[in-house]
């Protein structure tokens, strides 16, 4: 290491300017100065194990929530950035380092995502998978999902990022425990290592926004849905429906979810209950009367409380709505059926293969809580749900509704119902684009199934919510036509 001797220190690194009134960046002098006498030029710039961990150990006693918030956030790493530069002044100099340097290191080595960072940065990425160090994958609102050309430096470094995840979230992750479910404010992330998982961890990376990335136009632009379609669903939500939105990981459930509580009464008071932060209601709709409670359920925090408890008190809330996040288990999914059967419209995002398979899913979640006969569960579920809307990510990496279906209750051991629209795809065609990558075109049509049932018609034009499209869901309208991409099709 070579040793540098300095005694002089030039003001106008440090905002200084001859003549002018300009704020010094006081915190660079003071630690310029401390250094000033002995500055060793670390050519590797790698920073001290005991050093990074003096530093981490800090970070998450004092300010744990500002690291665990600055993942994703690069307003939040600034914040974050404060912080340690303030640390390091009232700390002994590393020789070697800058406080520049040192910052932007200790920062990326707490809450940065390494080769990662470049890719969280795209507002279209969505989810990162890393099945290695050399392999990972992304998906792309725009370009579907694609593996990228971004890899680790090695499998250390791969690792390392791993760790990092664990730590920063205070979740145990370890050979007893070789899985990890770290939430932070804009990232969920998973981890399965150690045996488990072969040749090497595996880490998935789901990205959420504060937003609303679809809206009424890019719905209708990317054949997402028809504009009936979009005018049931108004119509099904301003009658105060419950409803049921399902679909396999990425198809778009959340993003319906928030699309649909625009169209909710703007008086009507929302609660949304999750199991983490990852729906923005508030952010979104600011002046509705809307709130969010959080289960308090993950792994080290003790007093646990599930949505089934929440449920019960969010009935002595004067809500008018229930919102929740995704049902995933006996609890969510019985409390839910409960808060339905009070006669409170409810929202929930479930995995089912389809719109009417959600009740059959509902029934199964429902049976791990309570000991009933399934009639007597099928019946409850099915009686006490209005809609289901069933959603796919086909293979061009766009999110379509792919089922609407009424409820129509429990008869003869069936579900009944009426499935009002589906979407046929026509052919699927494979290609590579420019950069060689494998893509697929994707060519289909929503289509009218059926019709709606006289008691919902009823309901709707009572709210006043049936616009003129929806007259062709009246059965009594004698041939009447079926929309298959704009065109007309008879109805048999």
């Known amino acids: 290491m070579e040793i540098i001797k300095k005694n002089i220190i030039n003001l106008e690194k440090y905002g200084h300017r001859p003549g002018k009134k300009k704020k010094i960046d006081v915190e660079k002098y003071i630690y310029t100065i401390k250094a000033s006498n002995s500055i060793g030029v670390n050519h590797e710039k790698e920073l001290p194990e005991e050093y990074l961990k003096e530093v981490k150990d800090f970070l998450k006693k004092e300010h744990k929530s500002l690291l665990q918030e600055s993942f994703g956030d690069e307003k939040k790493k600034t914040a974050l950035r404060k912080v340690v530069s303030q640390y390091l002044i009232e700390k002994p100099n590393l020789?070697?380092?800058?406080?520049?340097?040192?910052?932007?290191?200790?920062?990326?080595?707490?809450?940065?995502?390494?080769?990662?960072?470049?890719?969280?940065?795209?507002?279209?990425?969505?989810?990162?998978?890393?099945?290695?160090?050399?392999?990972?994958?992304?998906?792309?609102?725009?370009?579907?999902?694609?593996?990228?050309?971004?890899?680790?430096?090695?499998r250390a470094a791969y690792e390392t990022l791993c760790y990092k995840f664990a730590y920063a979230s205070g979740q145990t992750w370890s050979y007893s425990k070789p899985e990890c479910d770290a939430f932070f404010p804009n990232l969920r992330i998973n981890l399965m290592g150690f045996d488990i998982s072969q040749d090497g961890i595996s880490l998935a990376v789901r990205k959420f926004t504060k937003g609303m990335r679809i809206n009424r136009k890019s719905i209708l632009e990317t054949n997402h849905a028809t504009e009936t379609m979009l005018d049931l669903l108004r119509a099904i939500v301003r009658t105060r429906s419950r409803i049921l939105i399902s679909g396999s990981t990425g198809a778009g459930k959340t993003e319906l979810l928030k699309y649909l509580v625009g169209d909710i009464h703007e008086l009507d008071r929302i609660l949304m209950i999750q199991d983490n932060p990852e729906v923005f209601l508030k952010y979104i709709y600011p002046d509705r009367d809307i709130k969010t409670w959080i289960t308090r359920e993950r792994e080290g925090i003790e007093n646990g409380i599930d949505i089934d408890r929440l449920n019960r008190s969010a009935l002595r809330q004067f809500i008018k709505w229930l919102i929740i996040g995704e049902s995933r288990g006996g609890g969510d999914a019985w409390g839910m059926v409960k808060a339905a059967k009070t006669g409170h419209p409810v929202i929930t995002t479930l995995h089912s293969f389809g719109a009417i398979d959600s009740i059959e899913r509902v029934v199964d979640m429902c049976s791990e809580k309570v000991n009933m006969s399934l009639e007597s569960l099928y019946r409850s579920v099915a009686n006490n749900f209005d809609f289901g809307i069933h959603l796919e990510q086909t293979l061009d990496g766009t999110r379509r509704i792919t089922e609407i279906v009424e409820y129509t209750g429990y008869k003869d051991g069936e579900v009944q119902y009426n499935k009002l629209f589906s979407f046929d795809i026509e052919?699927?065609?494979?290609?590579?684009?420019?950069?060689?990558?494998?893509?697929?075109?994707?060519?289909?049509?929503?289509?009218?199934?059926?019709y709606l049932s006289d008691f919902r018609i009823k309901e709707m034009k009572k709210a006043r919510v049936f616009t003129k499209r929806l007259e062709v869901l009246q059965e009594d309208r004698e041939k009447a036509d079926l929309t298959k991409g704009g065109a007309a099709v008879a109805v048999s």
């Open 95 to 154: 020789p070697g380092f800058s406080l520049d340097e040192l910052t932007k290191l200790l920062v990326d080595a707490v809450a940065g995502l390494d080769v990662l960072e470049s890719i969280a940065e795209n507002p279209n990425v969505t989810d990162i998978i890393c099945n290695e160090f050399d392999e990972v994958w992304v998906t792309d609102l725009k370009e579907g999902k694609y593996r990228s050309n971004i890899q680790f430096k090695n």
């Open 427 to 450: 052919s699927e065609i494979e290609y590579e684009d420019e950069k060689g990558r494998t893509r697929f075109k994707v060519e289909g049509y929503h289509k009218q199934e059926g």
